[in-house]
């Protein structure tokens, strides 16, 4: 899998608005990007996925750049609740199945 | 709809003895995957299986680690002969079998295993 960049940590104030920004330039054609979070003591939780076009679903926007090199995943109103290990994957999709390859994640900080 | 179920969620073993880990996956996901989180690092990606077949078990250990996923019942990761390097959590994944987009894994709350 291709690799990702990620900051260490955020953070942000609750109620603001949070981007999260992933660095993938050596990304492929056929590489879907994936956010996944993990809240302290429990397991990973998918958050979003895209290939090109911006996404938006209940958790989160995804912005993808025009070349795919970079990506910024976007919480509208950051909550207590969304403090987690945030997580920008690189992934063949479609109609494959295969491993996730984390890296090390932004540990996000939301302070009240 | 019953999200992917792990039990026990704390297992205390002493060393040599064996561990054995459950997943029961999602309604309708027949392909498990196994992940396991050493304190202090990252999520690491150990075995890929499909309903009687492994199908990529490129992280796991060569030695004491086997995992299966019988055509009945849930998916198991053993441990023989556990050693204290091997305290971590244990992730469970899950993903469906039909739809547009297949490779979205759905993760159990992890077993915590200890080795005294």
């Known amino acids: 899998d291709a690799k990702t960049t990620q900051p260490n940590s955020m953070e942000s104030n609750e109620e603001e608005p949070v981007h999260l920004p992933c660095n993938h330039s050596?990304?492929?054609?056929?590489?879907?990007i994936h956010w996944y979070r993990q809240l302290p003591s429990q397991g990973p939780e998918y958050v979003i996925h895209g290939l090109t076009s911006n996404v938006n679903n209940r958790m989160a926007s995804l912005a993808i750049a025009e070349d795919r090199k970079s990506s910024t995943l976007i919480l509208h109103r950051a909550t207590l609740r969304d403090a987690a290990v945030y997580y920008c994957?690189?992934?063949?999709?479609?109609?494959?199945?295969?491993?996730?390859?984390f890296g090390q994640g932004t540990i996000l900080t939301v302070h009240p | 709809n019953a999200g992917v179920m792990q039990n026990p969620r704390h297992l205390v073993r002493r060393r040599g003895q064996e561990a054995r880990l459950r997943c029961s996956p999602m309604?309708?996901?027949?392909?498990v995957y196994w992940y396991r989180q050493l304190p202090e690092e990252g999520l690491k990606f150990m075995v890929y299986?499909?309903?009687?077949?492994?199908?990529?078990e490129s992280g796991m250990p060569k030695e004491r680690f086997s995992a299966e996923f019988p055509k009945e019942g849930p998916s198991i990761l053993r441990i023989q002969q556990v050693v204290r390097g091997d305290s971590a959590a244990y992730f469970c994944a899950s993903s469906p079998s039909l739809g547009t987009y297949k490779n979205i894994q759905y993760f159990g709350a992890g077993t915590r295993l200890s080795v005294l």
């Open positions: 994957i690189l992934n063949a999709g479609g109609t494959s199945y295969g491993k996730l390859t």
């Open positions: 299986l499909q309903k009687e077949n492994i199908i990529d």
């Open positions: 309604k309708g996901h027949s392909h």
């Open positions: 050596t990304i492929s054609g056929t590489d879907y």
